[in-house]
């Protein structure tokens, strides 16, 4: 079974960066497409970015938009976020995403994707 790993978070202070990791390891499959999303304590889970697979287009929230940037290997398996600038409202569970379908729902909804990565901290102190 496909399984998603995330690395790289961890305690930074406000305006600092952080990179985060997310590799695809077991049984393949085709990837269409992976994802980043987080969840904050008390919140919904919220769209952070995504990328296409082969056509590497690339999706980011209004929130991030010019601080953070997703990026793959291939040849990994891996998608990347580099997160700048950080801020106290970054904290959150950071998990990557992926689908194998095609499919009509948008890549910032979470009902997009069937395989999920169990999180990693990321806490911007103040």
């Known amino acids: 079974q496909a399984q998603l790993v995330e690395s790289g978070g961890g305690l930074v202070q406000a305006g600092g960066s952080l990179r985060l990791s997310c590799a695809a390891s077991g049984r393949t499959f085709g990837t269409v497409a992976r994802a980043w999303f987080r969840q904050a304590p008390g919140k919904d889970r919220e769209f952070v970015a995504a990328?296409?697979?082969?056509?590497?287009?690339?999706y980011y929230a209004d929130s991030v938009k010019g601080r953070f940037a997703i990026s793959k290997d291939n040849a990994k398996n891996t998608i990347y976020l580099q997160m700048n600038s950080l801020k106290p409202e970054d904290t959150a569970v950071y998990s990557c995403?992926?689908?194998?379908?095609?499919?009509?729902?948008?890549?910032?909804?979470?009902?997009?994707?069937?395989?999920w990565g169990q999180g990693t901290q990321v806490t911007v102190a103040s």
């Open positions: 990328i296409t697979w082969t056509g590497g287009r690339i």
């Open positions: 995403a992926a689908t194998s379908r095609g499919d009509r729902i948008g890549y910032e909804n979470g009902a997009r994707y069937e395989f």
